[in-house]
């Protein structure tokens, strides 16, 4: 585990809370502050759309509260609720803990990180009896009429009123937190206490205090302070050994600041500011004097809704005709995909680089799908970033990272997931690698790695490398009832080598598959022709599995998670699902799975008889595999329906887990009707929720503008209406006012160019993919991405 060094300067202003409160930026109706836009109206204050709330109970995990995009602080209000995996539940019935300075977002698991909290006490009889410990301090929150908690929020800000009457505002910089605690007028003796050991799993049953000050407080003026272990405070102590008898869980601070002297407006304000290193105190120090030198709470907000409102719009969205919640929907879909991975550039423990450091990757496996295609569009400059230090971190480790959190390596999910993100990267950008800092070399040296060099143990990194290269050399015809399942290699179910019983074969050798295929992108790149040809068919033993097993239809009700009794060779999701996952040769699984018509009769199957799976990421991309049968139309209104049953607006506005941003990214797709095959050229096309949808590339400068030319607004349940991309001889898809061969995918030379790429809609949703030969979206049997890629 990391060290935790934490510098906390806290400074109390005898200020009234009024005269601060025209800066107000958030309220927590978005939809009211958002004036309606008129068509080819640029979209200025994005942020005004975000609801930073959605998918913050039931499940969603999503952190709500203060961050840059990607910053290491995200600074949030923890709560009691059992799905605090961000900190937050909305829902009022869970108390109010502490304000911490780390968090992730959206993620399953343990609560992560959540660490140094600070906590303010109105009142307490004397010193020595304030209520310390998180079990007595912990507070529900003010509740309003409508039965929600007085909580606000928008990119960069987050407030909550305590049921002590203290207003908590939270803001933060990259290594920065600023807290503001404005305390009611009836408190004289304005107390904060600065807790150094409940993190997010309480996992501090023995905490170690060093004497060396790893840690340091340095605060103006304080009318008292001392150190504390569980709930006794102690006057005047400032050394925790002195306290330190035996076996303890808790410990902190507790400081008391003089009230407010202003005789007309007697609410005392204090200003914490914590700064956060991996590193040093010192560097703990530096940040925050750096960063937020002059406890600027106001100016720090306005920092940070300008970075995120220059992210966000650079997607643009023409709001006529569209309801607001949509547009609510699509921007605060798109502000959560840039939460994690967070920049830890400079905080790095583990070993000394200039390079950037990314931390909080939960689990690639669930963002090289959406999220990654998604930054291609818009964000190719961090997206650079976040690749170079993936590769830097397989430089000192051996290994991409697959799930990474608090700077070291945790469970793996599948296969070795940061191979397509590096395909991804460099299938795109390939001609501005230099430019953007990232070694053509370091990156294909970082994929040979994890395709070749057998990782210690395989759960935590790299693969089963041995094992597949040995049966990868035969085809594997892994039969399920029904369902045939045709990988050309295979991870045999009873070999497990280092990673353990937990072997989830089927699910990594399909991934393995596609990690192996984003390779071969790279390999073709750069001329490798000897690695492009690597993998071989032959042949190999069968095995049976009941096609529902690990489906909701499971007679057995077999979970297939991360545990040691999954033997089963799935992970979260069933083989009906995993049936349908070869995304680089779908041509060739239509084939094998009888032609066009009994593959749309598969598909239509998953989802009548919910094998489909909208909250894990293997069902992603199967309401869009109609593209490959020639009904684009069937993808459209899956993927509209989709949207219309499981993602809104409300605090459960989400389908299980967020992942770190992979499911908004997801939505942010649907939205725009597009679909993304990581590490290839090609976004497979649908109909926009919008008139008009551009993304700026800031890399090449350029604007893409996707434009349906007779929008006619979105049906509410998703099902018909006039969404179908319209094909045939009239060529309704242009490009730059040329016919377009195909209404089914576009070209990322498209986004290159910043083209005005134009479509025109129809209610039938038969309509085809075009008439040429070229007019389907490619796979590898079919000669797709054999040309320069
Ligand atoms: C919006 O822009 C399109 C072209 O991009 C133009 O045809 C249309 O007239 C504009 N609409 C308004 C209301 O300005
Ligand atoms: C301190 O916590 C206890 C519960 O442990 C509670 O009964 C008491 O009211 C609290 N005191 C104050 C001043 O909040
Ligand atoms: C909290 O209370 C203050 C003062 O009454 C009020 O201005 C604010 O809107 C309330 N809600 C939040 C989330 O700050
Ligand atoms: C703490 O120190 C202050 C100042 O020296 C003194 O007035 C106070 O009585 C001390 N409190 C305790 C509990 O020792
Ligand atoms: C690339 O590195 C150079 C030299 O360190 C630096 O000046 C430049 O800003 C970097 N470019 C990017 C896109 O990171
Ligand atoms: C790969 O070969 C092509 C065609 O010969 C050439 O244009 C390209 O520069 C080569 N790329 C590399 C990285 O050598
Ligand atoms: C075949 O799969 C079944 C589960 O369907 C499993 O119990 C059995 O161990 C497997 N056989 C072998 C040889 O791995
Ligand atoms: C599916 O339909 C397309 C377009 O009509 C056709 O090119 C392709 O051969 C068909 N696939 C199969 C396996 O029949
Ligand atoms: C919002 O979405 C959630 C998650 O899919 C769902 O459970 C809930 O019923 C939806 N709520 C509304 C009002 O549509
Ligand atoms: C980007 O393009 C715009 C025109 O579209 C131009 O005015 C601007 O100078 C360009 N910026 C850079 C840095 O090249
Ligand atoms: C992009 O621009 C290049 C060079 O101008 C051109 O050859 C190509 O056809 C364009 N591609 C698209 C999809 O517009």
Redesign the pocket.
């Given at each position: 585990m990391a060290r935790w060094l934490v510098l906390l300067s806290a400074l109390p202003l005898l200020a009234s809370s009024s005269a601060h409160s025209r800066h107000r930026l958030a309220t927590r109706s978005v939809i009211d502050t958002v004036t309606a836009s008129s068509a080819n109206t640029t979209i200025t204050d994005p942020a005004s759309y975000v609801n930073v709330f959605i998918g913050t109970t039931n499940g969603g995990h999503v952190f709500p509260g203060a961050t840059l995009p990607h910053g290491m602080v995200k600074v949030g209000l923890d709560t009691d609720s059992p799905g605090n995996q961000a900190g937050y539940d909305a829902n009022p019935i869970f108390s109010a803990t502490g304000f911490s300075q780390l968090h992730d977002s959206g993620t399953g698991g343990g609560a992560s990180l959540s660490n140094f909290k600070l906590w303010p006490l109105p009142e307490c009889d004397s010193f020595a009896s304030c209520n310390t410990s998180m079990y007595a301090r912990q507070t529900l929150r003010a509740v309003l009429p409508d039965g929600s908690p007085d909580d606000a929020g928008s990119p960069g800000y987050f407030a909550t009123n305590l049921s002590t009457g203290v207003q908590v505002e939270l803001t933060a910089s990259r290594r920065t937190a600023l807290h503001r605690y404005t305390f009611p007028k009836s408190s004289r003796e304005p107390r904060i206490v600065v807790d150094i050991t409940n993190d997010g799993l309480i996992s501090n049953t023995d905490p170690v205090i060093n004497e060396e000050p790893g840690y340091g407080y340095d605060f103006e003026a304080p009318t008292e302070y001392g150190v504390y272990l569980e709930n006794s405070p102690v006057q005047n102590s400032t050394q925790f050994i002195q306290l330190y008898s035996g076996f303890v869980s808790e410990m902190g601070a507790l400081l008391t600041f003089p009230p407010s002297s202003n005789p007309t407006h007697q609410v005392t304000t204090i200003l914490a500011r914590v700064g956060v290193s991996f590193i040093s105190s010192d560097q703990a120090c530096a940040n925050a004097e750096s960063e937020i030198p002059d406890f600027d709470f106001y100016g720090t907000v306005a920092t940070a809704r300008a970075t995120w409102n220059e992210l966000l719009s650079r997607v643009q969205v023409d709001t006529q005709g569209v309801d607001k919640e949509t547009t609510e929907l699509f921007y605060s879909s798109l502000y959560r995909t840039h939460i994690v991975p967070a920049d830890y550039t400079g905080e790095n423990p583990n070993w000394v680089s200039t390079e950037p450091y990314y931390d909080s990757f939960y689990c690639n496996w669930d963002t090289y799908r959406t999220l990654y295609p998604l930054m291609s569009l818009h964000d190719p400059e961090v997206f650079a970033r976040i690749v170079r230090g993936m590769i830097n971190i397989q430089q000192h480790e051996g290994w991409l990272p697959e799930c990474r959190g608090a700077t070291v390596p945790q469970y793996i999910q599948g296969g070795s997931n940061g191979d397509p993100i590096l395909g991804e990267f460099f299938v795109k950008f390939y001609e501005h690698a230099t430019a953007l800092n990232v070694s053509a070399d370091a990156l294909y040296t970082a994929l040979l790695a994890d395709a070749e060099d057998q990782a210690p143990n395989w759960n935590i990194q790299g693969r089963q490398a041995t094992t597949w290269k040995q049966y990868s050399q035969r085809i594997n015809l892994y039969r399920v009832l029904v369902v045939m399942i045709i990988s050309v290699d295979f991870i045999p179910s009873n070999i497990y080598g280092s990673g353990g019983a937990a072997t989830k074969q089927v699910s990594r050798t399909l991934e393995y598959s596609f990690n192996d295929f984003s390779i071969a992108q790279v390999a073709r790149i750069l001329n490798k022709t000897d690695d492009v040809a690597k993998p071989r068919f032959a042949n190999g033993e069968w095995n049976y599995t009941d096609p529902r097993h690990c489906s909701v239809n499971d007679p057995l009700q077999s979970t297939c998670y991360l545990d040691t009794k999954n033997h089963d060779g799935f992970y979260e999701s069933s083989p009906m699902v995993y049936s349908q996952y070869i995304p680089q040769d779908t041509a060739k699984l239509i084939t094998m799975q009888g032609g066009n018509k009994s593959f749309i009769d598969r598909l239509d199957l998953i989802f009548d008889e919910d094998y489909f799976d909208v909250t894990d990421e293997p069902s992603q991309q199967i309401p869009f595999m109609y593209h490959y049968a020639n009904r684009p139309g069937y993808s459209t209104q899956r993927s509209r329906m989709i949207i219309a049953e499981s993602y809104n607006t409300t605090v459960n506005g989400l389908p299980g887990n967020d992942d770190s941003g992979a499911m908004a990214s997801y939505a942010v797709f649907y939205l725009v009707g597009m679909y993304p095959l990581p590490a290839t050229r090609q976004f497979l096309l649908a109909s926009p929720y919008f008139p008009k949808v551009s993304f700026y590339n800031p890399l090449f400068n350029t604007t893409t503008t996707i434009i349906a030319k007779n929008f006619g607004g979105n049906p509410a349940d998703g099902k018909g209406g006039t969404v179908f991309v319209k094909s045939g001889r009239l060529q309704s898809v242009t490009?730059?006012g040329q016919p377009w061969h195909s209404n089914c995918y576009l070209?990322w030379?498209?986004f290159?160019?910043g083209?005005t790429i134009e479509l025109e809609l129809t209610s039938d949703i038969d309509t085809p993919c075009g008439e040429g030969s070229d007019a389907l979206p490619p796979s590898l049997s079919t000669g797709g991405y054999s040309g320069l890629i």
């Amino acid at each position: 585990m990391a060290r935790w060094l934490v510098l906390l300067s806290a400074l109390p202003l005898l200020a009234s809370s009024s005269a601060h409160s025209r800066h107000r930026l958030a309220t927590r109706s978005v939809i009211d502050t958002v004036t309606a836009s008129s068509a080819n109206t640029t979209i200025t204050d994005p942020a005004s759309y975000v609801n930073v709330f959605i998918g913050t109970t039931n499940g969603g995990h999503v952190f709500p509260g203060a961050t840059l995009p990607h910053g290491m602080v995200k600074v949030g209000l923890d709560t009691d609720s059992p799905g605090n995996q961000a900190g937050y539940d909305a829902n009022p019935i869970f108390s109010a803990t502490g304000f911490s300075q780390l968090h992730d977002s959206g993620t399953g698991g343990g609560a992560s990180l959540s660490n140094f909290k600070l906590w303010p006490l109105p009142e307490c009889d004397s010193f020595a009896s304030c209520n310390t410990s998180m079990y007595a301090r912990q507070t529900l929150r003010a509740v309003l009429p409508d039965g929600s908690p007085d909580d606000a929020g928008s990119p960069g800000y987050f407030a909550t009123n305590l049921s002590t009457g203290v207003q908590v505002e939270l803001t933060a910089s990259r290594r920065t937190a600023l807290h503001r605690y404005t305390f009611p007028k009836s408190s004289r003796e304005p107390r904060i206490v600065v807790d150094i050991t409940n993190d997010g799993l309480i996992s501090n049953t023995d905490p170690v205090i060093n004497e060396e000050p790893g840690y340091g407080y340095d605060f103006e003026a304080p009318t008292e302070y001392g150190v504390y272990l569980e709930n006794s405070p102690v006057q005047n102590s400032t050394q925790f050994i002195q306290l330190y008898s035996g076996f303890v869980s808790e410990m902190g601070a507790l400081l008391t600041f003089p009230p407010s002297s202003n005789p007309t407006h007697q609410v005392t304000t204090i200003l914490a500011r914590v700064g956060v290193s991996f590193i040093s105190s010192d560097q703990a120090c530096a940040n925050a004097e750096s960063e937020i030198p002059d406890f600027d709470f106001y100016g720090t907000v306005a920092t940070a809704r300008a970075t995120w409102n220059e992210l966000l719009s650079r997607v643009q969205v023409d709001t006529q005709g569209v309801d607001k919640e949509t547009t609510e929907l699509f921007y605060s879909s798109l502000y959560r995909t840039h939460i994690v991975p967070a920049d830890y550039t400079g905080e790095n423990p583990n070993w000394v680089s200039t390079e950037p450091y990314y931390d909080s990757f939960y689990c690639n496996w669930d963002t090289y799908r959406t999220l990654y295609p998604l930054m291609s569009l818009h964000d190719p400059e961090v997206f650079a970033r976040i690749v170079r230090g993936m590769i830097n971190i397989q430089q000192h480790e051996g290994w991409l990272p697959e799930c990474r959190g608090a700077t070291v390596p945790q469970y793996i999910q599948g296969g070795s997931n940061g191979d397509p993100i590096l395909g991804e990267f460099f299938v795109k950008f390939y001609e501005h690698a230099t430019a953007l800092n990232v070694s053509a070399d370091a990156l294909y040296t970082a994929l040979l790695a994890d395709a070749e060099d057998q990782a210690p143990n395989w759960n935590i990194q790299g693969r089963q490398a041995t094992t597949w290269k040995q049966y990868s050399q035969r085809i594997n015809l892994y039969r399920v009832l029904v369902v045939m399942i045709i990988s050309v290699d295979f991870i045999p179910s009873n070999i497990y080598g280092s990673g353990g019983a937990a072997t989830k074969q089927v699910s990594r050798t399909l991934e393995y598959s596609f990690n192996d295929f984003s390779i071969a992108q790279v390999a073709r790149i750069l001329n490798k022709t000897d690695d492009v040809a690597k993998p071989r068919f032959a042949n190999g033993e069968w095995n049976y599995t009941d096609p529902r097993h690990c489906s909701v239809n499971d007679p057995l009700q077999s979970t297939c998670y991360l545990d040691t009794k999954n033997h089963d060779g799935f992970y979260e999701s069933s083989p009906m699902v995993y049936s349908q996952y070869i995304p680089q040769d779908t041509a060739k699984l239509i084939t094998m799975q009888g032609g066009n018509k009994s593959f749309i009769d598969r598909l239509d199957l998953i989802f009548d008889e919910d094998y489909f799976d909208v909250t894990d990421e293997p069902s992603q991309q199967i309401p869009f595999m109609y593209h490959y049968a020639n009904r684009p139309g069937y993808s459209t209104q899956r993927s509209r329906m989709i949207i219309a049953e499981s993602y809104n607006t409300t605090v459960n506005g989400l389908p299980g887990n967020d992942d770190s941003g992979a499911m908004a990214s997801y939505a942010v797709f649907y939205l725009v009707g597009m679909y993304p095959l990581p590490a290839t050229r090609q976004f497979l096309l649908a109909s926009p929720y919008f008139p008009k949808v551009s993304f700026y590339n800031p890399l090449f400068n350029t604007t893409t503008t996707i434009i349906a030319k007779n929008f006619g607004g979105n049906p509410a349940d998703g099902k018909g209406g006039t969404v179908f991309v319209k094909s045939g001889r009239l060529q309704s898809v242009t490009i730059d006012g040329q016919p377009w061969h195909s209404n089914c995918y576009l070209d990322w030379d498209a986004f290159v160019n910043g083209s005005t790429i134009e479509l025109e809609l129809t209610s039938d949703i038969d309509t085809p993919c075009g008439e040429g030969s070229d007019a389907l979206p490619p796979s590898l049997s079919t000669g797709g991405y054999s040309g320069l890629i």
